[in-house]
């Protein structure tokens, strides 16, 4: 009872940060330990999702509550991170890049995950090579023909090389060009006319063209 009581009161604290953030609620989360909790309720929620390294789930209980919780979770993070160089930091200790990238991975929570992404580039100090770096790694994880994975991450990136002329510096540095024209070089052949034994025969030109469109809108942006 006391288990379900807890459960229970987690939804309202998330809720609570996600309504009243500011700079001085920034502060006190970092200093009362609570992006670890909401990291470590994170790590749990993708878990259940079956969306770790093992591909599958250890919960063996169906837990309603745990979507909603697991999304105001995300939301919760999501603006913790927002300015907050403390938190990101945190963050990014806990290995919790990887977990937003485990997020990237499942349709439902791609643009919760790609948003904690975002704001982790955004937010990193002077030298944040890593988080870039960690993004754009995702380009080469997916599948040549997974191209609306590619499109949304790019357009991802496109978000934060707008946001500040240090990601664009960062980009540049850890040779962010290299990885989109190697997105590029991908889709050789996808044009072609298609036979019913090529990758791409089951793939929609539509798609296509929207990730051409996201590689040069992410090449001409990098380049301001």
């Known amino acids: 009872m006391e288990e379900q009581a807890d459960n229970d009161a987690m939804p309202a604290v998330v809720a609570a940060i996600t309504a009243y953030v500011n700079d001085e609620t920034l502060q006190q989360c970092f200093e009362v330990g609570m ?7 994170m790590s749990l929620y993708i878990d259940y999702l079956g969306a770790g390294e093992g591909g599958q789930s250890t919960q063996a209980v169906y837990q309603p509550s745990m979507v909603p919780l697991g999304e105001m979770v995300i939301i919760a ?36 995950g790609l ?57 540049r540095r850890i040779g962010g060009f290299v990885y ?15 036979g019913t034994d090529s990758p791409w025969a089951s793939v929609d030109r539509r798609a296509i063209f929207s990730l051409l469109h996201q590689i040069f809108s992410s090449l001409a942006v990098a380049m301001r």
Not at 35 to 41: D, F, K, S
Not at 181 to 187: E, T
């Open 35 to 41: 992006v670890e909790v909401l990291v470590c309720l």
């Open 77 to 112: 993070l999501t603006e913790l991170l927002t300015s907050s160089g403390q938190n990101s930091a945190v963050f990014r200790e806990l290995g919790g890049a990887k977990l937003a990238g485990q997020l990237v991975r499942l349709q439902d929570t791609r643009d919760p």
């Open 115 to 171: 948003g904690l992404l975002q704001q982790l580039v955004i937010s990193a100090g002077p030298g944040g090579d890593d988080d870039m770096t960690g993004l754009l790694d995702l380009l080469h994880s997916c599948r040549q023909t997974d191209l609306g994975l590619k499109t949304d991450i790019l357009r991802c990136l496109v978000g934060c090389l707008k946001e500040s002329h240090r990601c664009r510096t960062v980009f």
């Open 180 to 194: 989109i024209m190697s997105v590029l070089v991908g889709l050789e052949g996808s044009l072609d006319e298609i």
